[in-house]
């Protein structure tokens, strides 16, 4: 349904259901959850969207329906980035260790697959 809130909607629910946390997953499988030699403190949900402008607005409303900012931009907390974040082609912005939720247009998420495969850094 168009406005129903998916793009808004599910991926809070993701987050406060604990989905960006190492230990659910591994509660979930059974398996240990890690990023290469070190133990990730989180992992990120990631949500696409077709174009750049529905990525940066959508991510925008999300931050802001989570009181982590304005709805006018994505601020960073102390270079730490923000609970949400959005990536397009020529932007990024409140990208950094503390964020839990990315949006990105489909073509960073194809950049993502070819670094890796198995993104093993999304929940």
């Known amino acids: 349904e168009t406005g129903s809130g998916k793009s808004t909607q599910v991926p809070q629910f993701l987050y406060e ?6 230990g659910w ?3 979930l499988n059974g398996v240990d ?21 529905a990525a940066v607005s959508t991510a925008k409303r999300v931050c802001y329906e989570m009181g ?3 709805g ?4 960073s907390s102390s270079g730490k980035g923000n609970i949400v974040s959005y990536q397009t082609r ?6 950094g260790p503390s964020t839990h939720i ?3 247009t489909d073509g960073i998420l194809l950049q993502e697959i070819q670094s890796d495969l198995l993104l093993r850094k999304y929940g």
């Open 17 to 22: 259901a604990g989905l960006s946390t190492p």
């Open 25 to 27: 997953w591994s509660q």
């Open 33 to 53: 959850v890690s990023v290469g030699e070190e133990k990730s403190e989180r992992l990120l949900i990631g949500i696409t969207q077709p174009r750049r402008v």
């Open 68 to 70: 982590q900012g304005d």
């Open 72 to 75: 006018q931009s994505i601020r």
């Open 90 to 95: 020529y932007e990024t912005a409140g990208l």
């Open 102 to 104: 990315k949006f990105m």
